[in-house]
Protein backbone atom coordinates (compact mmCIF):
# COMPACT_ATOMS: atom_id res chain seq x y z
CA UNK A 1 0.00 0.00 0.00
CA UNK A 2 1.44 3.26 -0.74
CA UNK A 3 1.96 5.59 2.08
CA UNK A 4 -0.75 8.60 2.49
CA UNK A 5 1.07 11.95 2.68
CA UNK A 6 0.30 15.40 3.11
CA UNK A 7 3.14 17.84 1.90
CA UNK A 8 3.26 20.95 3.92
CA UNK A 9 5.84 23.28 2.05
CA UNK A 10 7.14 26.67 1.06
CA UNK A 11 8.51 26.31 -2.75
CA UNK A 12 11.04 26.90 -2.87
CA UNK A 13 13.64 25.20 -5.08
CA UNK A 14 13.95 21.97 -2.90
CA UNK A 15 10.16 22.03 -2.30
CA UNK A 16 9.78 21.73 -5.57
CA UNK A 17 11.74 18.41 -6.01
CA UNK A 18 9.86 17.39 -3.15
CA UNK A 19 6.39 17.62 -5.15
CA UNK A 20 7.85 16.15 -8.13
CA UNK A 21 8.79 13.00 -6.14
CA UNK A 22 5.78 12.69 -4.04
CA UNK A 23 3.73 12.73 -7.03
CA UNK A 24 5.83 10.77 -9.03
CA UNK A 25 6.45 7.85 -7.04
CA UNK A 26 4.07 4.83 -6.68
CA UNK A 27 4.94 4.16 -3.24
CA UNK A 28 3.41 7.60 -2.10
CA UNK A 29 -0.19 8.64 -2.16
CA UNK A 30 -0.10 12.23 -2.21
CA UNK A 31 -3.75 13.49 -0.79
CA UNK A 32 -2.62 17.10 -0.64
CA UNK A 33 -0.35 20.08 -0.67
CA UNK A 34 -0.39 22.90 1.91
CA UNK A 35 1.45 25.83 1.40
CA UNK A 36 3.05 28.21 4.64
CA UNK A 37 5.17 31.65 4.31
CA UNK A 38 9.00 30.86 4.70
CA UNK A 39 11.00 31.10 1.66
CA UNK A 40 9.15 33.49 0.01
CA UNK A 41 5.92 35.30 0.84
CA UNK A 42 2.91 32.77 1.81
CA UNK A 43 1.25 34.37 -1.77
CA UNK A 44 4.56 33.35 -3.63
CA UNK A 45 4.87 29.97 -2.15
CA UNK A 46 1.45 28.91 -2.96
CA UNK A 47 1.71 30.23 -6.13
CA UNK A 48 4.72 28.16 -6.78
CA UNK A 49 3.07 25.46 -5.59
CA UNK A 50 0.34 25.35 -8.41
CA UNK A 51 3.01 26.10 -10.88
CA UNK A 52 5.03 23.25 -9.93
CA UNK A 53 2.00 21.11 -10.40
CA UNK A 54 1.13 22.49 -13.82
CA UNK A 55 4.30 22.11 -15.21
CA UNK A 56 4.50 19.06 -14.17
CA UNK A 57 1.17 17.16 -14.68
CA UNK A 58 0.16 16.77 -11.57
CA UNK A 59 -3.37 17.19 -10.87
CA UNK A 60 -6.13 16.34 -8.71
CA UNK A 61 -4.27 17.31 -5.53
CA UNK A 62 -5.88 20.24 -3.75
CA UNK A 63 -2.78 22.96 -2.76
CA UNK A 64 -4.51 25.02 -0.09
CA UNK A 65 -3.01 28.52 1.94
CA UNK A 66 -2.00 28.46 5.50
CA UNK A 67 0.00 30.90 7.70
CA UNK A 68 1.03 33.76 6.21
CA UNK A 69 3.45 34.70 9.34
CA UNK A 70 5.14 33.06 12.34
CA UNK A 71 3.51 32.15 15.49
CA UNK A 72 5.51 34.63 17.28
CA UNK A 73 8.76 35.00 15.36
CA UNK A 74 8.85 38.35 12.76
CA UNK A 75 8.72 36.98 9.16
CA UNK A 76 11.45 35.96 7.14
CA UNK A 77 11.98 34.99 3.78
CA UNK A 78 15.64 33.28 2.38
CA UNK A 79 15.23 35.05 -0.91
CA UNK A 80 19.53 35.00 -1.09
CA UNK A 81 18.71 31.61 -1.57
CA UNK A 82 15.50 30.96 -3.81
CA UNK A 83 15.08 34.55 -5.37
CA UNK A 84 12.22 37.49 -6.22
CA UNK A 85 9.84 34.81 -6.87
CA UNK A 86 10.99 31.92 -4.43
CA UNK A 87 11.34 29.72 -7.51
CA UNK A 88 13.48 31.55 -9.42
CA UNK A 89 15.19 30.05 -12.37
CA UNK A 90 12.54 28.97 -15.05
CA UNK A 91 10.63 30.92 -16.67
CA UNK A 92 6.71 30.16 -16.08
CA UNK A 93 5.50 32.84 -18.03
CA UNK A 94 2.89 35.35 -16.99
CA UNK A 95 -0.04 33.60 -16.91
CA UNK A 96 -1.84 31.80 -14.36
CA UNK A 97 -1.19 28.31 -13.30
CA UNK A 98 -3.65 25.87 -14.91
CA UNK A 99 -3.71 24.21 -11.50
CA UNK A 100 -5.98 26.08 -8.70
CA UNK A 101 -6.07 27.28 -5.48
CA UNK A 102 -8.21 25.37 -2.84
CA UNK A 103 -10.28 27.63 -1.29
CA UNK A 104 -10.19 26.10 2.06
CA UNK A 105 -7.14 27.05 4.06
CA UNK A 106 -4.50 24.83 4.92
CA UNK A 107 -5.70 24.04 8.77
CA UNK A 108 -9.38 22.75 6.99
CA UNK A 109 -7.89 21.25 4.32
CA UNK A 110 -5.69 18.95 6.52
CA UNK A 111 -8.61 18.63 8.65
CA UNK A 112 -10.77 17.47 5.82
CA UNK A 113 -8.37 15.14 3.87
CA UNK A 114 -7.29 13.09 7.97
CA UNK A 115 -11.17 13.07 8.13
CA UNK A 116 -11.66 11.46 4.73
CA UNK A 117 -8.93 9.19 4.60
CA UNK A 118 -9.34 5.33 5.87
CA UNK A 119 -5.77 4.64 7.17
CA UNK A 120 -3.80 7.67 9.61
CA UNK A 121 -2.00 9.34 7.04
CA UNK A 122 1.80 11.41 7.36
CA UNK A 123 2.58 14.54 7.16
CA UNK A 124 5.47 15.83 5.48
CA UNK A 125 6.71 19.32 6.60
CA UNK A 126 9.32 20.86 4.05
CA UNK A 127 9.31 24.94 5.52
CA UNK A 128 8.46 26.42 8.75
CA UNK A 129 6.58 24.54 11.27
CA UNK A 130 3.84 27.32 11.68
CA UNK A 131 0.99 25.45 9.68
CA UNK A 132 1.13 22.18 11.78
CA UNK A 133 1.99 23.54 14.44
CA UNK A 134 -1.79 25.27 14.29
CA UNK A 135 -3.24 22.41 13.26
CA UNK A 136 -1.88 20.19 16.49
CA UNK A 137 -3.33 22.98 18.90
CA UNK A 138 -6.74 23.13 17.04
CA UNK A 139 -7.39 19.48 16.47
CA UNK A 140 -5.81 17.26 19.36
CA UNK A 141 -8.57 15.18 18.68
CA UNK A 142 -7.31 14.12 14.76
CA UNK A 143 -3.83 13.52 16.43
CA UNK A 144 -4.69 9.64 16.01
CA UNK A 145 -5.38 10.10 12.35
CA UNK A 146 -1.60 11.34 11.97
CA UNK A 147 0.61 8.36 10.98
CA UNK A 148 4.07 10.48 12.07
CA UNK A 149 5.87 13.45 10.67
CA UNK A 150 8.69 13.56 8.56
CA UNK A 151 10.17 16.84 8.07
CA UNK A 152 13.41 18.47 7.06
CA UNK A 153 14.69 20.93 9.27
CA UNK A 154 17.33 21.60 12.07
CA UNK A 155 20.88 19.63 12.56
CA UNK A 156 22.80 17.83 14.36
CA UNK A 157 25.48 20.17 13.71
CA UNK A 158 25.65 23.79 12.85
CA UNK A 159 22.62 26.11 10.89
CA UNK A 160 22.59 27.71 7.83
CA UNK A 161 20.69 30.87 8.68
CA UNK A 162 22.30 31.57 11.51
CA UNK A 163 25.82 29.75 13.05
CA UNK A 164 23.62 27.89 14.93
CA UNK A 165 20.39 27.45 13.43
CA UNK A 166 18.34 26.02 10.70
CA UNK A 167 16.39 28.28 7.98
CA UNK A 168 12.65 26.07 8.55
CA UNK A 169 13.17 26.22 13.01
CA UNK A 170 14.85 29.73 12.71
CA UNK A 171 11.40 31.19 10.91
CA UNK A 172 9.31 29.48 13.55
CA UNK A 173 10.71 28.52 16.89
CA UNK A 174 7.93 28.37 18.30
CA UNK A 175 6.21 26.60 16.25
CA UNK A 176 8.79 23.85 15.90
CA UNK A 177 8.81 23.91 19.65
CA UNK A 178 5.06 22.65 19.70
CA UNK A 179 6.00 20.26 16.73
CA UNK A 180 8.73 18.15 18.75
CA UNK A 181 7.15 18.13 21.92
CA UNK A 182 3.62 16.88 20.27
CA UNK A 183 3.95 13.12 21.65
CA UNK A 184 3.70 12.49 18.05
CA UNK A 185 6.37 10.11 15.90
CA UNK A 186 8.83 12.77 14.82
CA UNK A 187 11.29 11.98 12.11
CA UNK A 188 13.54 14.88 11.34
CA UNK A 189 15.91 15.32 8.46
CA UNK A 190 18.38 18.31 8.92
CA UNK A 191 21.82 19.62 7.46
CA UNK A 192 24.06 17.20 9.07
CA UNK A 193 21.72 14.85 6.11
CA UNK A 194 20.75 16.98 3.42
CA UNK A 195 24.52 18.50 2.66
CA UNK A 196 25.21 14.93 1.58
CA UNK A 197 22.97 15.49 -1.41
CA UNK A 198 24.47 17.55 -3.74
CA UNK A 199 23.18 18.54 -6.82
CA UNK A 200 26.28 18.08 -8.79
CA UNK A 201 27.14 18.93 -12.41
CA UNK A 202 26.79 15.39 -13.34
CA UNK A 203 23.38 15.03 -11.48
CA UNK A 204 22.61 18.04 -13.87
CA UNK A 205 23.48 16.16 -16.93
CA UNK A 206 21.75 13.12 -16.16
CA UNK A 207 18.47 15.00 -15.76
CA UNK A 208 19.15 17.22 -18.89
CA UNK A 209 19.39 14.12 -20.44
CA UNK A 210 16.22 13.48 -20.05
CA UNK A 211 15.23 15.74 -23.07
CA UNK A 212 11.79 16.87 -21.89
CA UNK A 213 10.41 20.48 -21.38
CA UNK A 214 10.23 19.35 -17.47
CA UNK A 215 14.06 17.93 -17.58
CA UNK A 216 14.63 21.65 -18.88
CA UNK A 217 13.29 23.26 -16.10
CA UNK A 218 14.53 21.38 -13.34
CA UNK A 219 18.02 22.30 -14.97
CA UNK A 220 17.13 25.90 -14.52
CA UNK A 221 15.81 25.75 -11.27
CA UNK A 222 18.75 23.28 -9.92
CA UNK A 223 21.29 25.85 -11.86
CA UNK A 224 19.92 28.93 -10.38
CA UNK A 225 20.03 27.11 -7.16
CA UNK A 226 23.49 26.14 -7.47
CA UNK A 227 24.46 29.97 -8.50
CA UNK A 228 22.87 30.98 -5.32
CA UNK A 229 24.63 28.26 -3.06
CA UNK A 230 27.98 29.12 -4.60
CA UNK A 231 27.86 32.57 -3.70
CA UNK A 232 26.33 32.56 -0.35
CA UNK A 233 27.82 29.54 0.97
CA UNK A 234 30.97 28.90 -1.17
CA UNK A 235 29.41 25.59 -1.81
CA UNK A 236 30.66 23.60 -5.28
CA UNK A 237 26.97 22.08 -5.65
CA UNK A 238 23.26 22.98 -3.50
CA UNK A 239 22.33 20.44 -1.25
CA UNK A 240 18.16 19.72 -2.22
CA UNK A 241 17.57 19.37 1.09
CA UNK A 242 13.75 18.60 1.24
CA UNK A 243 13.31 15.80 -1.08
CA UNK A 244 15.16 13.80 1.61
CA UNK A 245 11.57 13.33 3.06
CA UNK A 246 9.66 11.73 0.89
CA UNK A 247 12.90 9.54 -0.31
CA UNK A 248 12.61 8.36 3.08
CA UNK A 249 9.40 7.04 2.94
CA UNK A 250 9.67 5.58 -0.67
CA UNK A 251 13.08 3.03 0.85
CA UNK A 252 13.31 3.27 4.62
CA UNK A 253 17.25 1.97 4.16
CA UNK A 254 18.16 5.04 2.01
CA UNK A 255 19.01 7.28 4.92
CA UNK A 256 20.30 5.74 8.59
CA UNK A 257 18.58 6.93 11.63
CA UNK A 258 19.13 7.25 15.49
CA UNK A 259 17.06 8.25 18.26
CA UNK A 260 18.00 11.08 20.00
CA UNK A 261 16.01 13.85 22.29
CA UNK A 262 15.83 17.13 19.96
CA UNK A 263 15.01 20.40 21.93
CA UNK A 264 14.21 23.72 20.29
CA UNK A 265 16.35 26.55 21.67
CA UNK A 266 13.61 29.60 22.28
CA UNK A 267 16.06 32.19 24.06
CA UNK A 268 19.95 31.81 23.30
CA UNK A 269 20.94 35.23 22.80
CA UNK A 270 22.96 34.04 19.49
CA UNK A 271 21.34 30.52 19.50
CA UNK A 272 17.48 31.08 18.82
CA UNK A 273 16.30 28.33 16.53
CA UNK A 274 19.22 26.05 17.02
CA UNK A 275 17.99 22.14 17.53
CA UNK A 276 19.79 20.78 20.53
CA UNK A 277 20.19 16.90 19.50
CA UNK A 278 21.35 15.03 22.48
CA UNK A 279 22.74 12.51 20.33
CA UNK A 280 25.42 10.79 23.22
CA UNK A 281 21.84 10.63 26.04
CA UNK A 282 23.16 13.00 28.39
CA UNK A 283 20.78 14.51 29.06
CA UNK A 284 18.49 11.77 30.32
CA UNK A 285 15.52 12.96 28.04
CA UNK A 286 13.68 10.07 26.32
CA UNK A 287 15.11 9.61 22.90
CA UNK A 288 12.01 9.95 20.95
CA UNK A 289 12.57 11.44 17.79
CA UNK A 290 14.19 9.78 14.60
CA UNK A 291 17.22 11.52 13.61
CA UNK A 292 18.65 11.14 9.83
CA UNK A 293 22.17 10.39 9.72
CA UNK A 294 23.80 8.74 6.45
CA UNK A 295 22.68 9.12 3.12
CA UNK A 296 22.87 6.41 -0.04
CA UNK A 297 23.24 9.38 -2.35
CA UNK A 298 23.17 7.66 -5.52
CA UNK A 299 20.04 5.71 -4.40
CA UNK A 300 18.64 9.46 -3.84
CA UNK A 301 19.74 10.90 -6.79
CA UNK A 302 17.86 7.74 -8.90
CA UNK A 303 14.98 8.79 -7.56
CA UNK A 304 15.09 11.95 -8.57
CA UNK A 305 15.74 11.31 -11.91
CA UNK A 306 12.90 9.07 -12.39
CA UNK A 307 10.34 11.60 -11.00
CA UNK A 308 11.43 14.10 -13.93
CA UNK A 309 11.21 11.30 -16.48
CA UNK A 310 8.05 9.52 -15.31
CA UNK A 311 6.20 13.14 -14.92
CA UNK A 312 8.09 14.34 -18.11
CA UNK A 313 6.61 11.80 -20.01
CA UNK A 314 4.07 12.77 -22.75
CA UNK A 315 0.73 11.48 -21.17
C1 LIG B 1 15.45 24.60 4.19
O1 LIG B 1 15.24 26.00 4.05
C2 LIG B 1 14.73 26.29 2.78
O2 LIG B 1 15.46 27.30 2.18
C3 LIG B 1 14.75 25.01 1.99
O3 LIG B 1 13.60 24.93 1.17
C4 LIG B 1 14.77 23.93 3.03
O4 LIG B 1 13.47 23.54 3.40
C5 LIG B 1 16.95 24.35 4.30
O5 LIG B 1 17.48 25.02 5.40
CA1 LIG C 1 11.52 24.21 2.14
Given at each position: ??????????PGHDDAFN?L??????????????????N??????????????????????????????????????AENIHG??GLDGP???????????????????????????????????T?????????????????????????M??S????NT????EFN????????????????????FGLNATHQVRATAEVVARIA????????LCVDLLTYFASRYREVYGFDAPPLHDPL??A???????????????????????????????????????????????V?T??FW??IV??V???????
Amino acid sequence: MPVPVILDCDPGHDDAFNILLAAAHPAIELLAITTVAGNQTLEKTTLNARRVCSVAGIRGVPIAAGRDRPLHAPPRIAENIHGDSGLDGPGFGEGEPEVPQDPRDALTLIRDTLLAHPAPVTLVPTGPLTNIAVFLLAHPELAARVERIVLMGGSTERGNTTPAAEFNILCDPEAADIVFRSGLPVTMFGLNATHQVRATAEVVARIAALGTPLSGLCVDLLTYFASRYREVYGFDAPPLHDPLTVAHLIDPSLVSLVRAAVTVELNGTHTRGATVVDLHGVTGRPADTEVGVEVDTDAFWNLIVEAVRVLGRPS
